[in-house]
């Protein structure tokens, strides 16, 4: 028999967990008001694990991980071959060298070990020691749909995160970064174009004489990065293109002047930043820290 003080008691204790549950259930929905509210301002994305690092250059001296997916999708491919040509010998030759090389996944980042589909493996191995290539295939199926689950999410974002250059830390001279030394060319380039408007010739030439020189200084910094393919910057058809632009902001009409500004920075701009800025630009959203004021200011 409960007493009158152990009802009371309890019945507090009830009455606790409910407005406990009660209030969860309101941080719950304020929380998703919230991100509902958001949804088109921000993405959720999964970044890889920071172990990553060591497996590509610079930490490394090789492309480790990169080899190791290669290897993986030669595999895949021999295995699926060999086993529509009921080719027994290759099929558990290739097949042991995938497993070998799915294994070492884990090895290299064991964050991604619960991420492996370890039995799936295990029961193509056994299939190909038994020759049962229709099993082998349904096996290999279900280890590529697991595969390509992991590269819709990381693949992408692990290429911008260590395959894209990192222009932050490089310097034109001990006193100029990289990234003050672009900022001055495009200031270059504006600067032609807003003298050439204003009829301002003298301040558009000697703009555009700063611009040639600046243009042969990056070149130098570029071969430091490109060394097995080194091209010239500022090639032929850009240097061309200076001494046409050269010319018409001389003599040439305005039409003249902007068409041969707007090849330049075709030329010598877009194509570059095509390649490497949207590319550094993602990379440095991806890996800058995120402080707790900054996630509770957005």
Not at 7 to 17: K, N, P
Not at 115 to 129: F, G, P, R, W
Not at 134 to 139: E, M, N, P, T
Not at 253 to 260: I, N, P, W, Y
Request: with cysteine; proline share 3%.
């Amino acid at each position: 028999m409960f007493t009158l003080k152990q009802s009371i008691e309890q019945s507090t204790l009830v009455m606790r967990w409910r407005y406990f549950l009660i209030l969860q259930a309101i941080i719950f929905l304020l929380i998703a008001g919230l991100v509902y509210k958001h949804h088109d301002k921000a993405k959720l994305i999964k970044t890889p694990p920071v172990e990553l690092a060591k497996w590509y250059k610079p930490e490394n001296k090789r492309q480790v991980w990169l080899h190791n997916m290669f290897k993986l999708r030669r595999e895949m491919q021999a295995v699926e071959f060999y086993a529509h040509q009921q080719d027994a010998e290759h099929l558990q030759a290739w097949s042991a060298q995938l497993s070998e090389h799915y294994l070492k996944i884990a090895e290299m980042v064991p964050a991604w070990q619960n991420k492996l589909a370890i039995n799936t493996m295990e029961d193509l191995q056994l299939a190909s020691a038994r020759q049962d290539f229709s099993s082998v295939l349904i096996q290999h199926k279900a280890l590529q749909q697991s595969c390509d689950s992991c590269h819709d999410d990381y693949q992408a974002l692990t290429a911008l995160t260590y395959r894209t250059p990192d222009f932050s830390k490089i310097e034109i001279t001990p006193e100029l970064s990289f990234i003050e030394h672009m900022d001055t060319l495009t200031r270059q380039v504006n600067q032609i174009k807003i003298s050439a408007q204003d009829g301002n010739k003298s301040l558009a030439l000697s703009s555009l004489a700063s611009l040639n020189d600046e243009m042969i200084t990056l070149g130098e910094t570029c071969v430091d990065c490109h060394k097995k393919d080194r091209k010239p910057y500022p090639n032929e058809v850009m240097k061309k293109t200076l001494i046409s632009l050269k010319n018409s902001l001389e003599s040439g009409t305005a039409k003249q002047q902007g068409r041969d500004l707007g090849t330049l920075a075709v030329l010598a701009c877009a194509r570059c930043h095509g390649t490497h800025r949207i590319a550094y630009g993602a990379k440095k959203h991806l890996v800058k820290e995120v402080s707790l004021s900054s996630l509770i200011k957005h």
